[in-house]
């Protein structure tokens, strides 16, 4: 039996500690004509105080449109890259420079031309879980909540090249039909989530709507009501009938969640230990590099200015087309996404 208290995300910073930090980043932020862009996954604290919280498409369509000066990125390394990709004349900072991603690290851009190498009818999809330099040698990037749009509108001649989370490319492949070489990444975060504990929470509740991010394991996805970014949730969730719902993905999603579904209850999805051995003190999962980020950190970058996010002029200009491709495909009318 799984205790509900179990499956909650840990607690937020208190507000009597976070008010007068937060009033300072008020402060600062306009003084700097700056915007704070945070990722689902960040602290309560920092979600409170951002402009914009949504995912990595959400992220991207706001850094791709802000007049601010300064941008704030509260997320990992490659988002703020990405921020900065689409806004190379702007400062962008990131609260902590440390804040990488698995995905990122799977997929180094030597070994993606190498295999790019081998068959020169490869187009190359990335999903924006990478580097920059990784990005610059893809025809398109995708997120989870565009990634079986885009697939769909790619050159029915091309052999398709996806990288680098190997279990949204197998989501993708069976939403599609399009079959595609998988690069072999993944988020660790995401595949801590296995099958037996998910099912245990189904039976323990039964009234419960299942939600799973596509980066999950298969026989996970297997289990679930709606499979979805993190955007997709929050709307699955608020137009959903039910009351309870088991979300399983980073428990940074649920603070938002029951800021804007009131009067439901959200469970975060149990995980294994990192041995992958069933454990009686069941934690939810946490990004280890999204939880980098404080509130603090984000005053202190903004008042230094840094750490900056800086990137070569050529991989910028590389970068920059799959992104664009990305953002004109996802804003087509929908019968013309093709």
């Known amino acids: 039996m799984i205790d509900v208290a179990e499956l909650q995300p840990r607690a937020a910073l208190a507000p009597q500690a976070a008010a007068p930090m937060a009033k300072e980043i008020f402060t600062l932020k306009k003084q700097l004509n700056a915007v704070i862009l945070a990722h689902n996954y960040q602290v309560p604290e920092i979600q409170d105080v951002a402009d914009f919280v949504g995912d990595s498409l959400g992220l991207a369509q706001q850094a791709a449109k802000t007049s601010a000066d300064v941008i704030v990125f509260c997320g990992v390394h490659f988002m703020a890259e990405t921020a900065k990709i689409l806004n190379p004349e702007k400062i962008v900072v990131l609260p902590d420079r440390d804040a990488g991603c698995s995905l990122e690290e799977s997929c180094p851009a030597p070994a993606l031309a190498k295999l790019q190498a081998t068959n020169p009818n490869f ?35 091309r052999d398709l090249l996806f990288v680098p989370d190997e279990n949204l490319g197998q989501w993708v492949m069976e939403q599609t039909g399009r079959q595609m070489t998988l690069w072999k990444g993944n988020c660790y975060a995401h595949v801590e989530f296995q099958r037996e ?12 709507k299942i939600v799973v991010h596509p ?32 979300i399983v993905t980073e428990s940074g999603i649920i603070h938002r969640l029951r800021k804007e579904c009131p009067g439901k ?74």
């Open 123 to 157: 187009w190359t999809i990335a999903y924006i879980n990478c580097s920059a330099a990784v990005k610059a040698l893809c025809d398109v990037i995708v997120t989870s909540g565009n990634a079986e749009r885009i697939v769909n509108a790619a050159p029915k001649d």
């Open 197 to 208: 504990r998910v099912l245990a929470a189904k039976i323990q509740f039964p009234d419960a």
């Open 265 to 338: 209850e959200f469970l975060c999805a149990p995980v294994f230990n990192t041995l992958q051995l069933p454990t009686d003190h069941c934690r939810c999962s946490e990004c280890k590099f999204m939880k980098l980020n404080t509130l603090e950190k984000v005053r202190d970058c903004m008042k230094n200015l840094a750490p900056r996010v800086e990137l070569p002029a050529e991989i910028i200009q590389r970068a920059r087309r799959p992104i664009e491709r990305m953002l004109e495909i996802s804003a087509r009318p929908m019968e013309n996404a093709g």
């Open 215 to 246: 980066e999950s394991l298969r026989a996970v996805r297997a289990l679930a009501d709606a499979v979805c970014s993190t955007e997709k949730m929050i709307a699955y969730c608020q137009t959903s009938p039910a009351r309870r719902f088991v």
